[in-house]
């Protein structure tokens, strides 16, 4: 198991010989973000990080339990002294403390309005030598299993010509999750698990490497939570177990159905929320100009 110590924080090794100038602010996040581990000793247990290519593009594709999912998995990366670009929702790039730093590490906005943006600015970044991260079930899984997969993941590494390398991340739900207040208690372990990369067969479908990636992710997740070192605290603590392993998360029909709920409630707030500022708008303008002094 690893826990961040201080000197990690300041190691002036910590991202390789050479890092790039452009990437400072990235390398100033990442200590922040081993400040934070070390303060709430999160017990990591990293293994495959030798499956990320030194060099060249390559689609790093996992599963998704938490909120803090991308920090562990850039924690995966880092041995190999490799930054990774996420993909997330264009929303967080228009947060007034959030957004500056994501367009700082130069992760890449996903609007689902216009995905295709989205998609070339990966291609690209594959291209150009960098790791592009992918949460391709696009959303927390509230069942704590794999869902359904985008294919979108799968099309840039054809598109790129990179490797997928499938990984599986769990623990971090405990600390942070949808639909579950935060928990900072200290301890808490935190698995992750890369496997070796899928290279795309000449010819080879998107929905056939999309299969590939699917079947890897399952067995790595499978893997982590069957070697997890912790343990439920008592019958009221087994709510972050699937249901296969005894536990009390919702089933994959359940997940599904809040999946709805959720989207369909998001869906609403968005049509109050333009009503509102048109209404605001319509207001402002309807308002009778002040009287003369």
Same mark, same amino acid.
């Given at each position: 198991?690893? !826990?961040? +110590?201080?000197?990690? %924080?300041?190691? *002036?090794?910590?991202?390789? &010989? ?37 060099? $060249? ?42 957004? &500056? ?13 216009? $995905? =295709? ?15 592009? $991260? %992918?949460?391709? /079930?696009?959303?927390? +899984? ?5 869902? /359904?997969?985008? #294919? ?23 600390? =942070? !999750? ?17 496997? /070796? &990369?899928?290279?795309?067969? &000449?010819?080879?479908? +998107? %929905? #056939? ?8 992710? /399952? ?43 959720? =989207? ?19 207001? $402002?303008? *309807?308002?009778?100009? #002040?009287?003369?002094?």
């Amino acid at each position: 198991m690893y !826990t961040a +110590s201080w000197r990690d %924080v300041v190691r *002036r090794d910590l991202f390789g &010989p050479r890092p790039d100038r452009g990437d400072g602010p990235y390398r100033l996040v990442i200590r922040v973000t081993l400040v934070v581990f070390r303060l709430l000793r999160l017990q990591f247990d990293v293994r495959g990080s030798e499956h990320v290519p030194t060099s $060249g593009g390559a689609v790093i594709c996992s599963n998704h339990v938490s909120y803090l999912d991308f920090t562990f998995l850039g924690l995966g990366a880092l041995p190999q002294h490799r930054l990774v670009r996420f993909m997330a929702k264009a929303s967080v790039f228009g947060h007034w403390f959030a957004g &500056p730093f994501m367009r700082a590490m130069r992760h890449i906005p996903v609007d689902r309005k216009a $995905g =295709a943006a989205a998609f070339d600015a990966a291609v690209r970044a594959l291209k150009d030598g960098q790791v592009v $991260g %992918v949460f391709p /079930e696009a959303t927390i +899984s509230q069942s704590f299993t794999v869902k /359904e997969l985008k #294919a979108g993941a799968a099309r840039m590494a054809l598109d790129a010509g990179v490797p997928i390398v499938p990984a599986a991340v769990w623990g971090g739900h405990r600390v =942070a !999750t949808k639909k579950r207040p935060v928990d900072l208690t200290r301890g808490r372990a935190v698995t992750v698990l890369l496997g /070796e &990369p899928i290279t795309p067969a &000449p010819g080879e479908t +998107s %929905v #056939a490497l999309l299969a590939r990636t699917k079947e890897a992710m /399952e067995a790595l997740l499978d893997q982590a939570q069957r070697t997890y070192p912790q343990q439920p605290e008592g019958p009221d603590d087994t709510w972050w177990l699937p249901v296969h392993l005894g536990g009390t998360a919702p089933t994959r029909q359940e997940a599904a159905e809040r999946d709805l709920a959720d =989207a369909a409630g998001a869906r609403i707030r968005a049509r109050t929320s333009r009503r509102a500022r048109l209404r605001a708008r319509l207001t $402002g303008r *309807r308002r009778p100009p #002040a009287a003369a002094a």
